[in-house]
């Protein structure tokens, strides 16, 4: 009986664990990259079960420099798998990317660039969808146009995708250049969805002001309450690990930011 008893316990602690997911602007990956700041992302992200980049470059240098923080990963955890999106389709290209551990969660499907937004929205989100145990998320790596022109045109489609997978557990996420408080948002909330940092500002400065770094409330994690239990969510602040913003800024403007769910 014991036994028995000490099985079911950890059956239920093992599927019962938060999966951390972290998603990154992590700005123009491929343009020119050092290895400094290769070894930075990867320092960053190593924690993570699940990880969302945004701003590969939509070239073969994106792709090279986008592996060589996969390989260092794997130096570090054989667990690494990924997928690279390919090209989104309107101006501004770019490459998404998803990293995950093999180990935490397994991939159900091809993962692939929404086709219901992509005449909508110039960087049509990239979706995924993981098994986690016998329970399931389904995931929209997400890059909005800059707010000079106009994100909120884009965050208001973002609903349709819901209506697509309807029956999915989903998370929006990654730089939507707009703060989670906007009204464009208005149609996912009245779906069930919640932001999960609450005017956190994510993207730094070009200069330090009154000993502040941070600018805007860009970065953030959109998802369904109904589905999932948040058991903390954040940003990691780098930016006074350099001397300057200026050399902060070369790892990228924004700052990570993660999250640790169960699935309901």
Same mark, same amino acid.
């Given at each position: 009986m014991r036994f028995y008893l000490l099985i079911l316990v950890f059956y239920n602690f093992s599927f019962s664990q938060p999966i951390k997911v972290i998603s990154w602007n992590v700005l123009n990956l491929g343009f020119y990259t050092k290895d400094d700041k290769i070894n930075f992302i990867v320092d960053q992200i190593k924690d993570a079960d /699940? &990880?969302? $980049?945004?701003? &590969?470059?939509?070239n073969k240098y994106g792709i090279e420099d986008f592996k060589k923080v996969y390989q260092k990963l794997v130096r570090i955890d054989n667990n690494w798998l990924y997928s690279l999106s390919g090209s989104t389709t309107g101006p501004g290209q770019e490459q998404y990317a998803y990293i995950w551990k093999k180990n935490k969660v397994s991939i159900d499907g091809q993962p692939l660039l929404d086709q219901v937004t992509e005449s909508k929205i110039d960087r049509e989100?990239? $979706? /995924?969808?993981?098994k986690v145990g016998k329970k399931s998320m389904f995931l929209a790596n997400f890059h909005a146009v800059p707010q000079k022109k106009q994100p909120w045109w884009e965050i208001k489609e973002l609903h349709t995708i819901h209506q697509k997978y309807e029956k999915e557990n989903m998370i929006f996420m990654g730089d939507f250049n707009l703060e989670a408080y906007d009204r464009a948002y208005q149609n996912l909330y009245e779906n069930d969805y919640d932001s999960a940092l609450k005017n956190e500002k994510t993207t730094i400065k070009g200069e330090e002001k009154n000993g502040e770094t941070l600018a805007n409330a860009y970065d953030n994690f959109i998802y369904e309450k109904k589905s999932f239990s948040v058991i903390k969510s954040g940003k990691i602040d780098f930016t006074r690990k350099f001397k300057t913003l200026k050399e902060a800024r070369e790892m990228s403007d924004h700052l990570p930011i993660f999250i640790e769910i169960n699935i309901k």
């Open positions: /699940i &990880v969302a $980049l945004q701003e &590969v470059k939509s989100p990239y $979706l /995924i969808k993981f």
